[in-house]
T-cell receptor
């Protein structure tokens, strides 16, 4: 199993551009999450999904959109990128059962200039 | 009061030292407690999890939960330079979709 994979690893965007961060998991997990991590600020939840077709906002959803058409994929869309969206983005997943532990991807490092 | 508080450090220790990392929390509903390790420029990886109060040991690592004090700890014995990383605590009430994370403590083990 590859676990949680994310693409791209790095990206530089200009202000106002759009992009999609890809996340795929091959563990058949129901739950998937998007976080951003800024230096010294910990992980902040952007959006999450409890299954295909169901998504919900987290702590910092403004400027982002998500969709979940399959169990495996949970892309994060940035529209009209702003410098405040410069961050490291992590996707995570967890199974329906269990104790709530989440499994993380390697991250996408995004710079908006 | 924040739901989870974690001293950000940084913490620097010599190789072989015993390391103690801690988090406090305010929500008495938390039942599942986790520690994640995050190497520089990598994603967090699950290190240990415990349910309710008590200790759990895995090799050089021991996780401890004191629900009466709302305090959790991670002890690392015989610390190694390869333990240098940021350690994040996380917790959940159970039955919740979300984890609540601490901000992480950066640990450096010097050879």
């Amino acid at each position: 199993n590859a676990g949680v994979t994310q693409t791209p690893k790095f990206r530089i965007l200009k202000i106002g551009q759009s992009m999609t961060l890809q996340c795929t998991q091959d563990m058949n997990h129901n739950y998937m999450y998007w976080y951003r991590q800024d230096p010294g600020m910990g992980l902040k939840l952007i959006y999450y999904s409890v299954g295909a077709g169901i998504t919900d906002k987290g702590e910092v959803p403004n400027g982002y959109n998500v969709s979940r058409s399959t169990t495996e994929d949970f892309p994060l869309r940035l529209e009209l990128a702003a410098p405040s969206q410069t961050s490291v983005y992590f996707c995570a997943s967890r199974p329906l059962a269990g104790t709530g532990e989440q499994y993380f991807g390697p991250g996408t490092r995004l710079t908006v200039t | 009061q924040k739901e989870v508080e974690q001293d950000p450090g940084p913490l620097s220790v010599p190789e072989g030292a015993i390391v103690s990392l801690n988090c406090t929390y305010s929500n008495s509903a938390f039942q599942y407690f986790m520690w994640y390790r995050q190497y520089s420029r990598k994603g967090p990886e699950l290190l240990m999890y415990t349910y309710s109060s008590g200790n759990k040991e895995d090799g050089r690592f021991t996780a401890q939960v004191d629900k009466s004090s709302k305090y959790i700890s991670l002890f690392i014995r015989d610390s190694q330079p390869s333990d240098s990383a940021t350690y994040l605590c996380a917790m959940t009430p159970g039955g919740s979709e979300k984890l609540v994370f601490g901000k992480g403590t950066k640990l450096t083990v010097n050879p």
